[in-house]
Structure formats: structure tokens, C-alpha cells
Nanobody, 117 residues
Framework: QVRLQESGPGLVRPSQTLSLTCNVS??????????WSWIRQPPGKGLEWVGG???????YYRPSLKNRTSISRDTSENQFTLQLKSVTPEDTAVYYC?????????WGQGTQVTVST
């Protein structure tokens, strides 16, 4: 079973860059047909896909966030990261990392990120 663990600061100042890491265990980030994603849930709202990276290293982004988002992977550390630039309070959310294949889907426990002065 794949296990995912998010890590990063819980508080980010407006206009700064939010950086989160998802550490993967129980499976390889390069396993064929695995797609690794960041998903967030703002307070009082539904889940929102932010973007992801495929098993082959191709990154995908939510169109509305594309200009501010960078998702990359480190195969030596078996982890992938999210960077969201120029954050505003509207980026406050619980951020989850996720992996899915045709047969399975696994989630991290989520990490709260608050954008505030």
C-alpha cells in the first residue's frame, strides 16, 4: 500500500511562495501508470485539483493556477513537491497529496496552509 505524507509550513505570508513536499513510501514514484497530484480544500468549499506529475515526469496544472504553480519530483528521494507563487488568502486550504492508478487511489492526511499576515 502506498503511503503519502505532506510536509511544509503551516503559515505563509501573502505574496510569498507556498512550498510543500509529499514523501512517498510503499511504492515508487516512477511506477508505470501512477499519477501524483496535489489537491486542496479551501474552508467551506469542495476539493480542488491543483496539479500533478505523472510517473514519467510530465507535469499538469489547473489552468487557473498554471501561471503560479510548479510541481516537480525527486526520484532519488521518492517525493514530489508543490510550489505556489504569489499566494493570497484565497490560497488558504488543506492541501493533500494523492496518487491514483486505474485500480487504486491513496491520499495523504492533508496539511493546513494558512495565508495571512
Amino acid at each position: 500500500q502506498v503511503r503519502l505524507q505532506e510536509s511544509g509550513p503551516g503559515l505563509v505570508r501573502p505574496s510569498q511562495t507556498l512550498s510543500l513536499t509529499c514523501n512517498v513510501s510503499g511504492g515508487s514514484i516512477t511506477t508505470s501508470s501512477y499519477y501524483w497530484s496535489w489537491i486542496r480544500q479551501p474552508p467551506g468549499k469542495g476539493l480542488e485539483w491543483v496539479g500533478g506529475v505523472s510517473y514519467s515526469g510530465i507535469s499538469y496544472y489547473r489552468p487557473s493556477l498554471k501561471n503560479r504553480t510548479s510541481i516537480s519530483r525527486d526520484t532519488s528521494e521518492n517525493q514530489f513537491t508543490l510550489q505556489l507563487k504569489s499566494v493570497t488568502p484565497e490560497d488558504t486550504a488543506v492541501y493533500y497529496c494523492n496518487v491514483y492508478t486505474a485500480a487504486d487511489e491513496f491520499w495523504g492526511q492533508g496539511t493546513q496552509v494558512t495565508v495571512s499576515t
